[in-house]
């Protein structure tokens, strides 16, 4: 008994079950397979863009810099505004934009703050010192998310005024792609409790001084 026709040939429906590859009709199978291929390069190639995108912002951010700068003179001497300036406890009593802040006031510790501009939102976070000078400097340096993405190095500076005065200088220098392309939504309200601190400060430092003794 044969399977095929009286010439040989093999049916239409047996030739295409056999038809796995090479020359001839593809089976389901194979074109599925080739789908998939595809597939899998198509998404290879999005994730490689989306990395590359990834490393090129980044890189990109660490040359990218925004800065805000304030100052204010203070009737008082270095070390009266450096003393209220460390003392954490006290924060809450007089800052309208530093709300309170606690930890290791030294040059590599981790310190937790709450910070945000009058009435705005209060935003928490745990920057590293950098620079600790007694009654000349205090800088930190504090991120948000991926480090390189958005980056902060917050000072604060003690110069010698005019007379018994001190200029009291108080800034922020921003680096990373995120914090360049949001400039316009945070620089307006962060510049605003800069200053609104500085004030404080000022009106603290001046508070407590000595009343001068009034000769008869």
Known sequence: MHSGLADGRVP???????????????S???VCGAISFAGMAIWKQIALAGAVLVVGSYVV???LHKEIATEISIDGSAAQVWQHLVDFEKYPDWNPFIKKISGEPAVDGVLNASIGSPGGDVMDFS???LVFDENQEFRWRGVLGIPGLF????YFRIEPGDGDSVRFVHGEQFTGILAVLAWGAI???????FVAMNAALKARVEASRPTAIVAQ
């Open 187 to 193: 620089e307006p309200s962060t510049t605003q409790g």
């Open 61 to 63: 951010g660490m040359f």
């Open 28 to 30: 389901l199978t194979g």
């Open 12 to 26: 239409m429906h047996r030739a295409a079950s056999q038809c796995h590859c090479g020359w001839g009709r593809p």
């Open 127 to 129: 920057p590293r010192v």
């Open 151 to 154: 980056d902060g190095e917050h």
